[in-house]
């Protein structure tokens, strides 16, 4: 898990809370020895971790659409991963550029 340390320079949220959900909070964070803020990034942090990108499997996939024998097959394999970066939800795209080479970005 990423370090949950913040700071005043951190960004900031006004949250409204449902009645007694900050007495759970705190009853949280003291049994965990963190503050209240802690508490909450790190329920935050459980239910929408930082993307991970395994190396291995876009190499993989890179080899895949450079090792194909054409133009329309290049393209056609740049979609198909695309499509599938999409379906499992990945903020990355594989982009093709004017000089041939291939951007992988990643839409946050």
């Not at 898990?1 to 449902?18: E, G, I, N």
């Not at 503050?35 to 876009?58: C, G, M, W, Y």
């Not at 599938?84 to 992988?104: C, H, N, Q, W, Y």
Request: proline share 5%; net charge negative.
């Amino acid at each position: 898990m990423q370090d949950l340390k913040t700071h005043r320079s951190s960004d900031q949220f006004q949250l409204r809370l449902p009645d007694g959900m900050r007495d759970r909070i705190r009853a949280a964070s003291d049994r965990n020895g963190r503050s209240i803020n802690a508490e909450i990034v790190a329920a935050l942090e459980e239910k929408f971790p930082a993307p991970h990108v395994d190396v291995r499997a876009v190499e993989g996939l890179l080899h895949y659409i450079t090792s194909s024998t054409g133009d329309a097959q290049f393209f056609d394999r740049i979609r198909e991963v695309n499509e599938k970066f999409a379906m499992m939800g990945s903020p990355l795209r594989v982009e093709p550029s004017k000089d041939g080479t291939i951007t992988i970005s990643a839409e946050f």
